[in-house]
């Protein structure tokens, strides 16, 4: 049940695209299509951004997009926005009917 | 509208015990996976453990375990999560959401303080 591995931090100028990664092993990331993305603001509760690894809820922006290879996924934000400034965790299914969430970074709009 | 409330946050000394409420509403409680996360002060979310909608199975992150027990009620569309033997890692935001897989109702989280 160790936590998924995430940058500390990533950084990007308005209008740019940055992807974050989310490291895992065969027993979580690697093993399963159930990884989500969550937007998390300050002293707010976390948001879904993305789940199912790709999968966008209803009302989330299309700027945002998921994807995964072998045990890493990835978030993608493209039209970086000030609004986009805050901290994301990716989440994924482990074994035995477990979750693990990922260290967490925090993204800054330069 | 989907709501989660949680309720029973509080100050309590180590070794103490203490029960966190969920009140759900705006949605079948009894046909959703109920999850608590929690978030200590200044750090990441941390999956603490999960129900099945009909109570049959629970799951717990290792660091609770034998300490921790989580519970629903469905006919009061209520999750719980009792906490004994309290330390100071314990000390965190306790958030109750909806789902097993991905969550995307979150209640607005309640302070537990483990502090002599």
């Known amino acids: 049940q160790s936590a998924l591995t995430q940058p500390a931090s990533v950084s990007g100028s308005p209008g740019q695209s940055i992807t974050i990664s989310c490291a895992g092993t065969s027993s979580d990331v690697g093993g399963y299509n159930y990884v989500s993305w969550y937007q998390q603001h300050p002293g707010k509760a976390p948001k879904l951004m993305i789940y199912g690894v790709n999968n966008r809820p209803s009302g989330v922006s299309n700027r945002f997009s998921g994807s995964k290879s072998g045990n890493t996924a990835s978030l993608t934000i493209s039209g970086l926005q000030a609004e986009d400034e805050a901290d994301y965790y990716c989440s994924s299914y482990a074994s035995s009917s477990t979750e693990v969430f990922g260290s967490g970074t925090k993204v800054t709009v330069l | 509208e989907v709501q989660l409330v949680e309720s029973g946050g509080d100050l309590v000394q180590p070794g103490g015990s203490l029960r966190l409420s969920c009140a759900a509403s705006g949605f079948t409680f009894s046909t959703y996976w109920m999850t608590w996360v929690r978030q200590a002060p200044g750090k990441g979310l941390e999956w603490v453990a999960n129900?099945?909608?009909?109570?049959?199975?629970?799951y717990y992150v290792d660091s609770v375990k034998g300490r921790f027990t989580i519970s629903r009620d469905n006919a009061k569309n209520s999750l719980y999560l009792q906490m004994n033997s309290l330390g100071a890692d314990d000390t965190a935001v306790y958030y109750c959401?909806?789902?097993?897989?991905?969550?995307?109702?979150w209640g607005q989280g309640a302070l537990v303080t483990v502090t002599s």
């Open positions: 129900i099945k909608e009909d109570r049959s199975e629970t």
């Open positions: 959401a909806r789902g097993r897989y991905s969550h995307t109702w």
